[in-house]
């Protein structure tokens, strides 16, 4: 029922947010021009359109013509990965939505915020594992996350442990399910107990 691609980058562009019509032609557009992310994941543009949301630079220059506000955009922007997978919602991944939660709820008013945190030290050490500065990677932690509980009185914000995933995976999935407002299935979680699983351990913590 939930299409989900990879990150557009979309809901992270303030200017959007702030005022469509004045921005919109710039949706797409990278360097010089391209409307900056507003995180510290520095990021013009778009940043997947082509293959899951089924989009071309011609599209998304007609969708920018029809539409007079973001969440108009943003529904038909999903319809033909949404079509193709028959779901009846969609959801955006990017991490940096966190920083502007507020401004989504405002903006796109069926619209609703799930806020996954990590344990801070896992989350630490795969950003250093890509080679971040430590510095650097624990002010996006701490900076994305502020962001997320900035909203966390909302009625329309879901808190999820990445740890609770794994851990009581069900009763975790059965009360997302409930604050989608979608039937919990079975066939949702995936049975790992026949697969090979490797634990790992890293000496640098």
């Known amino acids: 029922m939930v299409f989900s691609g990879e990150e557009t980058y979309l809901l992270t562009k303030?200017?959007?947010?702030?005022?469509?019509?004045?921005?919109?032609?710039?949706?797409?557009?990278?360097?010089?021009?391209g409307l900056v992310s507003f995180s510290p994941h520095v990021f013009r543009g778009i940043g997947s359109a082509d293959e899951l949301y089924g989009h071309d630079e011609e599209s998304i220059q007609n969708l920018v013509?029809?539409?007079?506000?973001?969440?108009?955009?943003?529904?038909?922007?999903m319809t033909p990965g949404m079509e193709r997978k028959q779901a009846s919602m969609w959801c955006e991944k990017t991490p940096g939505n966190a920083l502007l939660f507020r401004a989504f709820l405002a903006s796109?008013?069926?619209?609703?915020?799930?806020?996954?945190?990590?344990?801070?030290?896992?989350?630490?050490?795969?950003?250093?594992?890509?080679?971040?500065?430590?510095?650097?990677a624990i002010a996006i932690y701490c900076y994305n996350n502020a962001g997320g509980?900035?909203?966390?009185?909302?009625?329309?914000?879901?808190?999820?442990?990445?740890?609770?995933?794994?851990?009581?995976?069900e009763?975790?999935?059965?009360?997302?399910?409930?604050?989608?407002?979608?039937?919990?299935?079975?066939?949702?979680?995936?049975?790992?107990s026949n697969q090979h699983l490797t634990e790992t351990n890293i000496s640098s913590w």
């Not at 013509?65 to 922007?77: A, C, I, P, V, W």
């Not at 069926?110 to 650097?136: A, C, E, F, W």
């Open 108 to 136: 796109f008013k069926q619209g609703k915020v799930i806020h996954i945190v990590r344990n801070p030290y896992d989350t630490l050490l795969s950003m250093l594992k890509r080679g971040m500065n430590p510095i650097y």
């Open 14 to 33: 303030k200017k959007l947010f702030l005022d469509f019509n004045a921005y919109k032609d710039r949706i797409g557009k990278k360097l010089p021009s």
């Open 171 to 192: 009763p975790t999935t059965k009360n997302l399910c409930q604050f989608l407002e979608i039937d919990f299935h079975e066939d949702m979680i995936s049975d790992l």
């Open 65 to 77: 013509k029809t539409t007079q506000n973001f969440s108009d955009f943003m529904d038909l922007f």
């Open 149 to 169: 509980i900035d909203v966390a009185d909302e009625d329309r914000y879901h808190r999820v442990k990445y740890e609770d995933l794994l851990t009581t995976t």
